[in-house]
């Protein structure tokens, strides 16, 4: 099992929760979640949001080697008020050169949460509606869209 595998198995067997239980509140199979448990795939990086929300972690615990449920509490970065104010807002944002989201590319988008050091974002594009989840860390600056009145 790779450490993301057991910290979902761990989390999800301290709750009480059968992976038919977990499945289904994820909308994904049984098998999906053994696999997962077991290392042989990965979770879908927009499905990292709501794993974490359902087993009550955050992100960065699921996604970081290091991080321990505890630390994972302590060392959330609180995000800016700024940031915070966009908060199921229409923005447009911009990434640093080297983290730069093609999918979100001159592209209006809703940040939908905030979870540690990532955020949820939803757009419609060309490719129909999509959501992320992108690293706080990763966003250069963010601009207010006139909202339609």
Known sequence: ??????????????????????ADKLC?????????EAGTVLP????????ASILGVSCDYLLKDDIT???????????SRLLQSALGRKVDLTFFEDEADIDLFNTICVIE??????MKVSADTKKGHIEKLI????VLSVEFVQEDN
Request: proline share 3%.
């Open 1 to 22: 099992m790779n450490e993301l595998g057991n910290k979902i198995a761990r989390k999800r067997k301290d709750l009480g929760m059968t992976q038919i239980d977990f």
């Open 28 to 36: 994904v199979t049984r098998q999906t979640v053994s696999r997962w």
């Open 44 to 51: 879908d990086i927009d499905k990292i949001s709501d794993i």
């Open 69 to 79: 449920e505890e630390t994972s509490e302590k060392s959330q970065s609180p995000v």
């Open 113 to 118: 949460e905030f979870e540690g050091g990532w």
């Open 135 to 138: 690293p706080v860390s990763s």
